[in-house]
């Protein structure tokens, strides 16, 4: 198809000792000023957070601008969201390791980082929207002197599950990947107390052959595992809505829909992170235009997923017959009072990506993290228009009432962002954000098949070594 | 086990300059039956469970004993509390819907096999394969082994039971091309 080769995934003649080098140097040097600024700007982000946070606590839930019939607005949305954001890092770590997709391995490690601190803010909204979180482990099967259990034919229940093991997976998978890194930011420092710190986390790794052996089992397991368990969390979060009998949200295309919307949403987010971070972290040698491309065009054919979702919602509320569900898709979302919200939607979700048919658009970095920047804000509103729109005009026009989110749940969402941000440049800055041995492993097959002059079996038109920038 | 209330063991460590050298080295001291060899680098190289003639790892084992642990205790779980214990009134009869409903069940049942899976992988590594936490081993009194292996190095260790045997086991490596070959005298209570 194309005339021209692919370009490598390692930029430069690169050896183990370089490598170390360049991608532990942001973690020994000094804090750069811009990353101060930039924590410093996250942390009030974050007192804005506890600021909501107390404000929630001490008045209850009705300092949100949840109301009847609206009873889900952003505590919902945003949990969802926030969740689906999470599942990119799941699906590069563990989808594209069982695909031998050798692009995976520079953004693995970062990916897998923003789907924990992702998860994190996710979970706020359900434990501090069950209005008494203090009363939250009801939810968990125990045995209840109260005499009653947890429903288990609930999928919010299942959510409880799903989520909770969801986050404790990708905590281990992240992990078990870092445990080398540990040992080698353990030996590279000079300093005792960075070592012992490093040292406790990295458990006594010393890279034996008959550890390794164990390693790549049970990451390959653990991979395995993960694979079916990002297509199950957000398929749970749509059966909270495709299991009730609301227009808009009882539709069986629900599961397949938003776990590709969930994929879309969350390679958004690792372009709006990693563009500027690789730059700022000069990570441009192992994050290459090749593996920002290919990002692109997954963010395109899971825009047209999502797309085919939407298509496909309206038809069926055309086909059924059904006065309601026909009204909720073409009178009160396409010409309601949420009207330019939904054509928003439109716009960003099946709009946008369209310019990464282009291969100019695909590799430009400016174009690509506008376009994610596009793509966030409309995945947000997707969520913003299944469930407020849904729920704003129910059966009974008596019923009918507008949804504001107020002050607290802007400062509220607003502070997620701050915790989120400062996960992650935070972790950034103590850990290295690109999976080194992994990177040196690929580099030695790289170099090896070189070596050994097998040009047929260059690593995926990697043919190395690539012969400088 | 002797009498001895001290079990010396020697570790003599030695780095390769390359994987290739590594490996065949590996292989040669395991034909050679010079002792008990592992190998240390910064990442997994192909071939070097060959070179250290390893069996496939058993945690596989481990992983489907947890899934399967996790998937038979969630059903018994939603049974008995949807179901069996009408004593403490936990069976809720919502809209007469069946107590034992099975697609119901399958969400919860398939994340627990997940989670039991996971946590009995990496614990089962952590401490069984692995024997870890173990920050002090005899392999890190070595300054050039903690200055390279984790990051670049390509090492060796072959460890001996006698004494006697060192000095022919130094030799041999230095013989294949190691480099900052060294003995390490690991005195263990027995």
Request: charged share 15%.
């Amino acid at each position: 198809m194309s005339s021209e080769p692919t370009p490598p995934l390692i930029l430069g003649k690169q050896t183990d000792e370089s490598l170390t080098q360049s991608l532990l140097a942001f973690v020994w040097d000094k804090p750069a000023d811009g990353w101060k600024k930039l924590m410093g700007v996250l942390t009030l982000f974050v007192l804005m957070f506890v600021a909501s946070l107390v404000a929630l606590l001490y008045k209850g839930t009705g300092v949100w601008g949840n109301n009847s019939p609206v009873g889900w607005g952003f505590d919902i949305i945003n949990f969802v969201w926030w969740i689906g954001i999470g599942h990119a890092g799941t699906l590069i770590s563990a989808v594209l390791l069982l695909f031998q997709q050798k692009w995976r391995t520079s953004i693995n490690r970062a990916a897998e980082a923003m789907t924990l601190f992702a998860v994190v803010c996710a979970l706020i909204y359900p434990t501090f929207h069950t209005g008494r979180p203090w009363f939250d482990w009801w939810m968990l099967p125990y045995p209840s002197t109260l005499g009653i259990g947890p429903q288990f034919k609930s999928p919010l229940l299942w959510d409880v599950f799903a989520v909770s093991t969801y986050g404790t997976i990708s905590l281990l998978f992240w992990y078990v990947g870092l445990i080398p890194d540990l040992a080698a930011l353990r030996d590279h420092t000079k300093n005792r107390v960075t070592a012992t710190i490093y040292g406790i986390f990295a458990l006594g790794w010393r890279g034996s052959g008959k550890h390794w052996n164990h390693w790549k089992v049970g990451y390959l397991l653990l991979a395995g595992l993960s694979t079916p368990l990002v297509l199950s969390v957000h398929s749970v979060v749509s059966f909270d809505f495709a299991v009730s009998h609301l227009p808009g949200w009882h539709a069986t295309i629900f599961p397949p829909y938003f776990v590709a919307g969930a994929v879309f949403s969350g390679f958004a987010m690792v372009v709006t992170l990693m563009v500027p971070a690789r730059k700022f972290m000069k990570l441009e040698h192992v994050i290459t235009i090749r593996h920002l491309e290919n990002m692109c065009k997954v963010m395109l054919v899971t825009g047209l997923i999502v797309s085919y979702g939407y298509g496909m919602e309206h038809f069926m509320a055309w086909y059924s017959g059904s006065e309601d569900e026909f009204t909720l898709f073409f009178e009160t979302r396409a010409r309601g009072p949420y009207a330019p919200w939904y054509w928003l939607m439109w716009f960003c979700n099946l709009g946008i990506p369209q310019t990464f048919w282009f291969k100019r658009m695909r590799t430009s970095v400016v174009w690509m993290w506008i376009a994610a920047a596009f793509i966030n804000l409309g995945m947000w509103l997707e969520r913003f228009v299944i469930i407020v729109i849904s729920l704003h005009r129910d059966f009974l026009p008596a019923n009918w009432s507008m949804y504001y989110p107020t002050v607290i749940d802007v400062m509220m969402f607003l502070g997620t962002w701050g915790i989120f941000g400062s996960a992650f440049a935070l972790f950034l800055k103590v850990l290295p954000a690109v999976a080194i041995s992994e990177i040196k492993e690929l580099n030695h097959e790289i170099n090896h098949h070189a070596h050994h002059g097998e040009q047929g079996h260059s690593i995926e038109g990697n043919v190395a070594p690539a012969g400088g920038h | 086990m002797s009498a001895a209330a001290v079990n010396t063991r020697y570790w003599v460590l030695g780095e390769f300059n390359d994987s290739d050298a590594l490996l065949s080295s590996t292989t040669t001291l395991r034909h050679e039956k010079a002792g008990e060899l592992d190998t240390y680098t910064a990442y997994p190289v192909p071939g070097i469970e060959e070179a250290l003639g390893l069996a496939r790892s058993k945690v596989t084992y481990v992983a489907f004993a947890g899934g399967l642990t996790g998937a038979v205790g969630a059903w018994a779980l939603q049974l008995y509390f949807n179901y069996l214990d009408t004593w403490h009134g936990y069976a809720v009869n919502i809209a007469n819907r069946p107590p034992h409903s099975p697609p119901v069940y399958v969400p919860v049942t398939f994340e627990l096999m997940v989670l039991l899976a996971g946590l009995s992988i990496v614990g089962s590594l952590i401490v069984y394969f692995w024997g870890f936490p173990r920050p002090h081993h005899p392999v890190f009194e070595s300054e050039a082994f903690v200055k390279t292996a984790s990051t670049s190095g390509w090492w060796v260790s072959v460890t001996l039971d006698a004494h006697e045997k060192v000095e022919a086991v130094r030799a041999r490596l230095e013989a294949l091309g190691a480099k900052n070959v060294s003995v390490i005298e690991d005195a263990e209570e027995a």
